[in-house]
């Protein structure tokens, strides 16, 4: 089983769109046994809520549903169960490692890394922004979900517990 958890800094937006999406892509595949997706964000300030109203209507457009998905704080047990821990932005990457184990470090990754058609530096937070913001990260987050599925596909196997 490889595990990969998405984080964000609230997990109301961009990660709980690439937990969606990438699901909805391992069940496609019908790898459902084979690839764990789940999402977190860095600052714990929207724990309990649902994905943001917007992203979930953008999804939903897309044909993914993120109503069943909570916020939830990133915890150091994280390090140790997920293969990958995949920022969308380099703040988020830069406040995982300040809490991962040291030799964890190594799993923490930046989610746009795995981008097949898009060159981005990071998935651009759209939370203060208009809806177009919210259709970008969904464009973003599809293509590096694809690119992050198959990677994986080609490596194989996983290394968590
Ligand atoms: P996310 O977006 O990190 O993609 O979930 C944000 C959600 C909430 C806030 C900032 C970004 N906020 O400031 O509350």
């Not at 084979?34 to 860095?42: C, N």
């Not at 309990?48 to 939830?72: F, K, N, Y």
């Not at 939370?127 to 919210?134: M, R, S, T």
């Not at 259709?135 to 690119?147: I, P, R, S, W």
Request: aromatic share 6%.
């Amino acid at each position: 089983m490889i595990k990969v958890l998405f984080v964000c800094l609230g997990n109301i937006c961009r990660s709980p769109t690439a937990e969606g999406v990438f699901r909805e892509l391992v069940r496609r595949q019908g790898l459902e046994g084979d690839i764990l997706a789940d999402s977190a964000g860095t600052s714990g300030w929207h724990v309990g809520a649902p994905p943001d109203s917007r992203s979930q209507a953008e999804a939903r457009r897309r044909g993914v549903d993120l109503s069943g998905l909570r916020s939830r704080k990133v915890t150091e047990e994280d390090f140790g169960r997920f293969d990958l821990i995949l920022g969308m932005d380099r703040d988020n990457v830069e406040d995982l490692l300040d809490i991962c184990p040291p030799d964890r470090k190594d799993r923490v990754r930046l989610f746009t890394e795995f981008a097949r058609t898009h060159r981005a530096g990071c998935v651009p937070d759209p939370y203060y922004g208009g809806p177009d913001g919210f259709a970008k990260v969904f464009d973003l987050v599809e293509d590096c979900a694809g690119g992050l599925l198959e990677h994986l596909l080609l490596r194989g196997g996983g290394h968590g517990e």
